[in-house]
């Protein structure tokens, strides 16, 4: 029997009345299985005296020590009892006991007691209040969990009712692993689990039990996930069957090197494209594309990751993937989160893929009706290999007639429910209802902990490598009222003939006076700071049409000065920008701040970003300043931003599907994690295996 399979209500539990019960309630505790996998948030370990002297240094003393006297402060019915006790080392403590006078007789003068409680210096003398005490002859050394509880309910009590229900209902209670697993890791039974994190000798007890607890849940995760991929398209993950030590990602995506296989053949209009192109590939984009061309060949349906730092050419390898699906006779979708940013696609796809023979399209919400029914006609009849857009992609009224490819842009913008809205336009075309290959990519480096779990059912493919030529951005940090370097500075790059970005976190005033708007700041850089200097103002309030003229007229040098807010943080690509200023960068988190901060450095000249902060920074706002300041290498910057905030708030996982653990940390795990989808992807391998 499972433990979630003990449904007996806990008024079943000796020590549990109604009125208990309900408090158990109240903490979600509705079965004796609830209350057995009611797992402890920390343990307190008497089993090591600390001295009173060391009260500093310790969060909580346990010590012992003899009642020397006893006192009393205050008056009437405020009268409270003090003890006064001295430990072995001759340090001498008071304990006041509040609404507990009974203590004066339980532990008269010279009384050997055990104390376990938080202790700090007042009036000249060390004092404790909140305390536990004992006569030292009754206090066992031992380590004692502590729960989360609910107002009348106290430590002792759910300590009681734990153990009698582990006592009544714990044995027979058999482990949620697959034996074979089980034995593999040395993870004990669950009947010796329960009674370790529930009652452990050691606080290295506890511990080996809550890590096997984190590797079963875990391994029941990633087994899902295993059986997801095996469902949807016939195999695992391609570093799924790696040992669990070896790089997440796959030993072949972003190294370009040790593969064994030789290269999968390109097809003509890929070949026909890299002959065109003035560059050679890098390593890592040669090594992506022939992950994606090895999937597209073997028959299985695609679903892969790719990620790739900001500028290191994503996009060229994701047109090379719509290439060889072209080749063979399908269609592709490239899916944008913004207008700008499709445009921006779609422009770079008729200067680089119309001169191979490929029939493009660009739909959005905005195109007009006469121009949209027809484009819908065409794309339905085939002949429109690739058309790229935003949401109108997968609207009511779109159909495909062979779409077997979906291009996913910046991936974390888009919910789960929109990415399959995609993939059912290709079911919807296909005659044997088989959805299109996915490629979804990402310019915000996901951290390997989250692509074990968050795409943990995805093949990964990785192009660290910068394209040659391209220079570091230099970084650097101005405090709130050293703006007049920043503009100095700036006016010299323009002077140079180079453009420049101001982004702002607002977009208006607001009652916070301490914050900038951009509204605000394009009159005073355009009026004070730099006049006669043609700029322009964006953000999201202003019409589409709009906003994609003045990105025109700055890509194109008439506008030298773009004031905005976060609006530009993807889609933006003008090599002749060189200087990037964001203010109140303490506002913005480290995924933001890399993305603006990419939006230069997109050529050949020296780039630099100004990042300008509010001199009452948290410790958090200074973390991600310092990491900003120390490295471009997005990889490190992800690592960085997910140990800060954590895994609940990295932009995009709640909308890819990231589950809500009970006791695993994708962070502070990330060894369990790999070893126990190790594990899951080894026992589905033998489960699946031919007879």
Known sequence: MFIREILVSPSRVRGVGPATAKLLENLGLHTVGDILSFWPREWEDRTVRTPLADYAHHQKINTVATVVA??????????????????????????????RPFLEKSFPVDTRVAVYGSFNSKYGAIQSSAFEIEREDASLARVLPVYSLTAGLSQTQMRKIVQNALADYGRGIDSELPES?????????????????????????????????????????????????????????DFATQNATQNATGSSAGTGTDRVAPPVPLSPRQQALLDRLPFQLTADQLASLDDINRDLSEGAVMARLL???????????????????????????????????????AENAARLLEPVGVRLAFLTGAIGSSGRTQLLHELKAGNIDIVIGTHALFSNGVSYRNLKLAVIDEQHRFGVLQRSAILDKGV??????????????????????????????????????????????????????????????????????????????????????????????????????????????????IPEDEQRAVMERFRSGEIRILVATSV????????????????????????????????????????????????????????????????????????????????????????????????????????????????????????????
């Open 568 to 691: 530009v943080e993807v889609g933006v690509d003008v090599a002749n920008a060189t200087c990037m200023v964001i203010e109140h960068a303490d506002r913005f988190g480290l995924s933001a701040l890399h993305q603006l901060r990419g939006r230069v450095g997109r050529g050949e000249l020296q780039s630099w970003c100004f990042l300008v902060y509010s001199k009452n920074l948290t410790e958090d706002g200074k973390a991600r300043l310092r990491v900003m300041h120390e490295t471009t290498d997005g990889f490190l910057i992800a690592e960085e931003d997910l140990r800060i905030r954590g895994p609940g708030d990295i932009g995009g996982i709640q909308q890819s599907g990231y589950i809500a653990f009970n006791l695993a940390d994708p962070v502070r795990d990330a060894a369990i994690l790999e070893t126990a989808r190790y594990a899951a992807f080894t026992f589905l391998l033998e489960e699946n295996k031919p007879l």
């Open 70 to 99: 006893h006192d009393w402060f205050g008056f009437g019915r405020m009268r409270t009892l003090k003890l006064v006790i001295r430990d072995d080392k001759g340090t001498i403590a008071e304990l006041a006991c509040f609404n």
């Open 428 to 541: 919807e075309c296909s005659p044997d209802r088989l959805p299109p290959h996915l490629l979804m990519m990402s310019a915000t480096p996901i951290p390997r902990t989250l692509a074990l779990s968050v795409f943990g059912d995805l093949d990964v493919s990785v192009i660290r490598t910068m394209p040659p030529g391209r220079k570091p951005v230099i970084t650097h940090l101005a405090a709130h009222g050293n703006e007049r370097k920043v503009y100095d500075f700036i006016a010299r790059e323009l002077a140079a003939g180079h453009q420049a970005y101001f982004v702002y976190p607002l977009i208006e005033d607001t009652d916070n006076a301490s914050l900038k708007s951009a509204q605000t700041m394009y009159e005073e850089l355009t009026t004070g700071i730099f006049p006669g200097t043609p700029a322009a103002l964006i953000h999201s309030r």
């Open 181 to 237: 697993v089980r034995r593999t890791h040395g993870i004990p039974s669950k009947q010796e689990i329960l009674a370790r994190m529930h009652a452990p000798a050691t606080l290295a007890d506890a511990r080996m039990a809550h890590d096997a607890l984190v590797f079963e849940e875990l391994f029941l995760f990633e087994y899902a996930i295993g059986q997801r991929s095996l469902e949807r398209r016939g195999r695992l993950p």
């Open 307 to 345: 990620q790739g730092d900001v500028g290191s050419g994503k996009t060229l390898i994701a047109f090379l993937s719509c290439l060889a699906v072209v080749d063979a006779g399908g269609q592709c979708a490239l899916l944008a989160p913004t207008e700008l940013l499709a445009r921006q696609h």
